[in-house]
């Protein structure tokens, strides 16, 4: 039988064994044994692209018409026309350039002039509210015609007179194409997109 003198001397060389046996074992480096992650690789699924907004062309290149007697004016796209006549001095038309029949009727007075810019006579369909716009900072709503499917006309307050600080105003949109045919009349997105930009350009000058 080993006594302790015997014992404790084993113990030791065993454990110089084990440490030596450790030590002679090669190292693995983590880092080098991975791959790198590609720049495109990501530790969380990617979200899908936001889709990307409609292009509208910077302020710089839009024109202004101003009305000094009313105190107001707005911008609008270089590609629509405004039409004015001597007879009618509280109306305009805006006209696109490419499409003549497509325009946007404006509207406007003073609360105390007794003159009647309010719209008469709508085409068929069915009238949806559709969101608001920002008329003089303030919220207008937006009250699209639709009939068979597609968009006929976009009124401002249901074409009803908007009044702000004095003044009142209408504001509308539609094409009067009658040799295309009511049916086939459609006011896509990109050009309610435009109108309502029109729309939210209005504002007061001293």
């Known amino acids: 039988m080993l ?16 440490t030596a046996c450790a030590s002679s074992r090669p190292s693995v480096n983590l880092a080098a044994s991975s791959p790198p992650l590609d720049e495109t690789q990501t ?9 990307a907004p409609s292009v509208t062309p910077t302020p710089g290149t839009w024109l202004t018409y101003t009305n000094s007697e009313y105190g107001f004016s707005f911008s609008y796209p270089p590609h629509w026309t405004i039409e004015k006549r001597d007879a009618l001095p509280n ?24 003159v009647m810019i309010q719209r008469t006579g709508v085409g068929a369909g069915d009238v949806v509210r559709q969101g608001t716009v920002l008329f003089f900072a303030r919220e ?12 006929k006309a976009v009124h ?13 105003f209408t504001l509308s949109c539609d094409d009067g194409n ?11 997105v990109d050009i309610q997109e435009e109108v ?8 007061y000058i001293p």
């Open 3 to 18: 006594n302790s003198r015997h014992v404790y001397p084993l113990l030791i060389v065993l454990a110089l064994l084990i």
């Open 91 to 114: 109306f305009l038309w805006l006209h696109h350039q490419q499409r003549p029949t497509l325009k946007v009727d404006i509207a406007f007075k003073r609360i105390t002039e007794e």
């Open 156 to 168: 401002y307050n249901n074409a009803q007179e908007i009044r702000v600080d004095g003044l009142a």
């Open 178 to 188: 009658v040799a295309v045919g009511y049916e086939l009349i459609d006011l896509g």
């Open 196 to 203: 309502d930009d029109i729309v939210q350009s209005f504002e």
């Open 43 to 51: 530790m969380d699924t990617p979200l899908p692209s936001p889709a």
């Open 140 to 151: 207008v709503p937006r009250d699209v015609l639709i009939y068979e499917g597609k968009v």
